[in-house]
């Protein structure tokens, strides 16, 4: 909403700059979001001229060298190339020195060898209206001054006002006229408030003969109000009222239109002119649209409509989208000389569903789709009345069109006193209260425990109970005057739960380990799953879908952090750098079974969507840098993400297995189930070089598990275990097995065979080759035993060790060395 | 006999000092010491010699035997010394070569460190961290928050939906409803987590974070909102910030306000200390940070009184405040990003620059 402040201070004039009226209403609930300069910003250099003569220029058809007197004595020559300039005219002048509001600065110059010292003015080069088509012939746009050469143009014409943009919140419709504005102003500064302009109606109510209004759909067309205005002379507007809508954003048309706009911006109700003549049948009816109906709107185009959105037809069809935007058929033109003047409430919402369903925003649905007071009409009507009366010499014809409801009652909210202070934490006394809701247009009357307060008619859906009130009276009497206090926190103590903090030292470990956090998408694309080459009936590709996606790519939502670590992985390799780790704990999502079943049972909180919070990891490239002493370091592969895992869980104190398991998008030697217990809760190993390819990757090594599961199985705390007092014993074991036999299952059978004193057994180190035979491998194992109340000698372990052979024996195992 | 032994003294000790090399050294300890060297000849032969010459002659060789051993242990110790300086000196290394990196450590994304440290304060202030799902019904992402049937927020043009009551939820504000609907007042609670709008510019994403905050007690004010938003405004941007609470509207507090922060680019003036326009603030020596109020009453009246919360909301007997503020915004705030679709691209010269 753009205010012209000279335009705000006819109606609320305080004693303030343009930045000190910006602090207030900002500082009240008005935001203004700028100030600028509309028009020039100096009016120095800026005169009314006369033009004595105007000869034609010696070498250019087009030119006029004009003599104009601009001051007493003074007589500049300025040439001069508008069409209509001619001896006599009084004109606006820029003299040298002055600056025009593009920047331009106007010097003393020749044109086609002729000095000219200074410019005669077109209206739309001061920025106070469109029309370039000549210059401004002030002695015919304004009548009742004396425009003597020399005068300031400042004091003729509005040249130059600061504009307001202010940001209205959707609760004050209000504010969306420039009135409401004066009221918000007055009630911050204390300034007074000119009476409402629209106080003297100079039509009357009763019967129209001219014209009929039907409404069919009242509750969408909740009054629809009409005048019929006859001898109307359609002109240009005079210079001020042209000044004051282009101060405020609006391009002058004519007189008739430019009176609709002018009274919307002033009273915040939007106003539609009918040229009567060309309503057909005089005789308008409000109705739903049919489906796919077309309207041609005033910007030429043809709209589809649906059964939702609201027309107004005459005999010959619709002419207008309610509210929305009028019709091209019956607008007014030069030729109009009956007006029918329109001024309607619309339901908001509706309004707002129209607009948007037709990409079709106008000054008028950006009010209506607020919800206005349905009094606001006569206000309206009342001050387009007046105007059209003072600048069209039209004459109003008796009688008002009012199709309306009944009329909405006023209510009255009772204030209690201590509730301010209760709510706020600040004193406002009683007396305070009631001055700044009068301010506001509220009625007020003491009560025994405070105020009995009447709602105006523009603030009734905004204020409806006692704490809205206090809003009002808060914001007004000054936030800035709250003290700074902390609440009670009665029995309240600040503390992570257990799981988000093993949440943070998951991400800290991953850290540790040299990984960096990415944050993808929750939004996917349909075709990741045959990227990653799910089958037909894999789960992960049952994704919740978007109903209303931003785009195609962006209409499902994950259900793996896969793709968008891959299009991490993609996206920085493609930029040059290959080598990287990086991480991601985030939400993927599944459709629930039965979910219309359990949708029906409790339909206002289940969703029907299974949240897990997962972990994925993707390594590509080198584990470390290059360097000079290490020149080839190590690639990822599936030992290096294994490795990964491995420290996490540690970090997590969980303890994880790998399984041998596929994943369609992995490499199928070198893949596996994560395994908690019995649980599977993730996979890990090389990606697919098929799957690889896609995302112009050479290789990759990933893994996701469910993080909400792993927590669920940390240890968080930890009771103390003494290793320490007696130190463990170490024994190595090498052991030829079939090529076959998983590792995992020799340390199972050792751990199994071993029974109590084994603390730990691990692999450190694999051979296979000639020495060992075919189809076998040696495996490396370091043993560690530990007893909680001795040191335990190899006598004590020797009978473990046996049973751990027999064990390593059973596999097809043969003791080494 | 003695003359003899001090002789033989004086020469070993000349020449062992004089020994250059651990080998000459031990050719001279054989030479002296050895069993065929003069002095322990001489020892073994003290018991033959006349009993007033043996006394004098053993202590003397005695003496000189042990001091010739002193004398050559600490000159092998010298050599050794010696020697090892001279390895190490012949294995010097060039070192303006770089060093060997050790396994360097990763970064948390801005985004997760921002809201851990916003986490953090609250913490510090008594509040407990709770998370909630990110989609929703259409119950409590709008209509518990008392917005009207009609409000423009559920439009599809602003709410992405899954079903016609299911969304991707707007903001963390659907927790305020669960949380209170799981927890008995007084609550002090504080909800970071995704939230999702159809928006996409160089200042909205789709998707983004927001950490919501609400306190419900008997008797929380206004005042209090604004003490506990100061608190935050310091810890985040730094001890010498101020804030302001501007009214504004949102349909689940009453009254509402906007919060802006003293700019710490400019201190709050404006302008630059060469006269130019804060390029933050944009001269208004104030940025926006937050939306806040007290929570409406309507909102309280949608939580369902159960087992888990009793005895419930009544709005005549608690208040409270909330917020919500947006992680994107207080991140690019802190660390002067200027587009929000950097926090979603991953690539890692912007991720290593923060967390």
Known sequence: ?817 | MIERIEQLRAKAQQEVEAASTSEALEQLRIRYLGRKAELPQLLRGVSELEPEQRAAVGKTANETRRALERLIEARAAALDADELEHRLRADAVDVTLPGTPPKPVGRLHVLTATMRELEDIFLGLGFTVLEGQEIETVHYNFDALNHSPTHPARARTDTFYLSEDVVLRTHTSPMQIRAMEAHPPPLYVVIPGRVYRPDSDATHTPQFHQIEGLAVDEDITLADLKGTLLAFAKSVFGDEREIRLRPHFFPFTEPSVEVDVSCFHCSGKGFMKDGSRCPLCKGEGWLEVLGAGEVDPNVYSYVSTTERNAPGYDPEKVQGYAWGMGVERIAMLKHGIPDLRLYFENDIRFLEQFG
């Open chain 1, 1 to 817: 909403m753009k205010v012209p402040l000279s335009w705000l201070r006819e109606y609320c004039d305080p004693d303030l700059d343009t930045a000190g009226i910006e602090e207030r209403l900002t500082m009240t609930g008005t935001k203004v979001e700028t100030a600028l300069r509309h028009g020039v910003s100096s009016v120095e250099c800026f005169v009314v001229g006369r033009v004595l003569s105007a000869e034609a220029h010696p070498d250019a058809d087009r030119l006029r060298v004009c003599s104009v007197a601009v001051g007493e004595a003074a007589v500049a020559e300025i040439v001069c190339g508008a069409p209509n300039v001619a001896a006599g005219q009084t004109v606006a002048v820029a003299l040298p020195g002055a600056v025009m509001p593009d920047g331009t600065e106007i010097k003393a110059a020749k044109l086609r060898g002729v000095p000219s010292n200074g410019m005669i003015l077109a209206e739309d080069e001061l920025q106070i209206g469109s029309d370039h088509g000549g210059i401004m012939v002030l002695d015919e746009l304004i009548l009742d001054a004396e425009l003597a050469p020399g005068t300031p143009l400042a004091d003729v014409l509005a040249i130059s006002t600061d504009v307001l943009e202010l940001e209205v919140t959707p609760n004050r419709p209000d504010c969306l006229g420039l009135y409401g504005v004066a009221r918000e102003l007055h009630a911050a500064t204390g300034a007074s408030l000119a009476q409402e302009p629209w106080s003297e109606d100079p039509g009357s109510e009763g019967p129209v003969a001219e014209a009929q209004v039907l409404v069919e759909c009242p509750d969408l067309c909740r009054r629809f109000t009409a005048r019929v205005l006859e001898d109307v002379t359609v002109a240009p507007s005079p210079p001020w009222l042209k000044a004051r809508l282009s101060a405020a954003g609006q391009r002058p048309i004519n007189n008739v239109v430019d009176i609709t706009n002018y009274v919307m911006l002033l009273t915040g109700q939007p106003l539609h002119a009918f040229d009567l003549d060309r309503v057909a049948g005089a005789r308008l009816t409000v109705r739903r649209a049919r489906e796919g109906e077309p309207v041609e709107t005033l910007d030429s185009q043809t709209r589809l409509l649906d059964g939702e959105m609201v027309v107004i037809e005459d005999d010959l069809g619709p002419t207008s989208i309610a509210g929305v935007m009028g019709g091209a058929r019956s607008e007014v033109s030069e030729s109009t000389t009956q007006v029918l003047m329109e001024v309607a409430n619309w339901n908001g919402p509706n309004i707002h569903r129209t607009s948007w369903a037709l990409g079709l925003r106008s000054e008028a649905s950006a009010r209506f789709e607020k919800d206005l007071a349905p009094e606001q009409c006569l206000h309206a009507q009342a001050l387009a009345t007046k105007l059209m009366i003072e600048l069209c010499k039209a004459k109003v014809l008796p009688g008002t069109i009012d199709v309306a409801g009944e009329a909405l009652p006023v209510e009255a909210v009772h204030l209690r006193e201590a509730r301010v202070d209760a709510l706020l934490g600040m004193h406002v006394s009683r007396a305070r209260q009631a001055e700044i809701l009068q301010a506001l247009g509220f009625g007020v009357s003491d009560a025994p425990d405070g105020l009995e307060v009447t709602v105006p008619a523009v603030r009734r859906n905004d204020v409806t109970r006692e704490v809205d009130l206090i809003e009002e009276v808060a914001r007004i009497h000054g936030l800035q005057r709250l003290p700074v206090s902390l609440p009670a926190r009665r029995g309240a103590y600040g503390r992570l739960s257990s799981e988000q903090r093993l949440r943070r030292r998951a991400a800290d470990a991953l850290v540790g380990c040299g990984l960096y956090e990415a944050m993808g998408w929750t939004f996917t694309t349909p075709s990741l799953a045959d990227r990653l080459r799910l089958s037909p009936d894999d789960r992960r590709r049952a994704a919740p879908v978007v109903e209303n996606p931003l785009s195609e790519d962006q209409s499902m939502l994950r259900t793996t952090l896969l793709g968008s670590l891959l299009d991490a992985a993609a996206h920085n390799t493609l930029r040059g750098m290959p080598d990287l780790g990086i991480f991601e704990i985030g939400t993927v999502f599944a459709g629930v079974a039965h979910a219309a079943e359990r949708r029906a049972a409790s339909p206002l909180s289940e969703t029907g969507v299974i949240e897990r919070r997962a972990l994925g990891v993707v390594l590509c490239g080198r584990l470390a840098p290059v360097t000079w002493g290490v020149p080839d370091p190590p690639r990822a592969d599936v030992f290096a993400v294994k490795g990964v895992l491995e420290a996490f869980a540690h970090a997590l104190r969980v303890d994880i297995d790998c399984a041998p398991g596929e994943q369609p998008f992995l490499h199928p030697g070198r893949s596996a189930s994560v395994l908690c217990g019995e649980r599977r809760i993730g996979w890990l190993g090389e990606l697919h070089p098929l799957v690889a390819r896609t995302w112009d990757l050479d290789a990759a090594a990933v893994m996701e598990v469910d993080l909400n599961e792993l927590i669920a199985l940390a240890q968080g705390e930890h009771e103390y275990r003494d290793v320490i007092s007696f130190p463990a014993l170490r024994q190595d074991l090498s052991v030829v097995l079939p090529l076959d036999v998983p590792a995992a299952d020799a340390l199972l059978a050792v751990r199994y065979a071993a029974s109590g004193l084994l603390d730990d057994v691990r692999v450190f180190d694999v051979y296979s080759g000639p020495q060992v035979g075919e189809n076998k491998r040696s495996l490396a194992l370091a043993l560690s035993f530990r007893a909680h109340d001795r040191t335990l000698t190899d006598e004590d372990v020797a009978p473990v060790r046996e049973r751990i052979v027999a064990a390593l024996r059973e596999l097809g195992g043969e003791l080494r060395g």
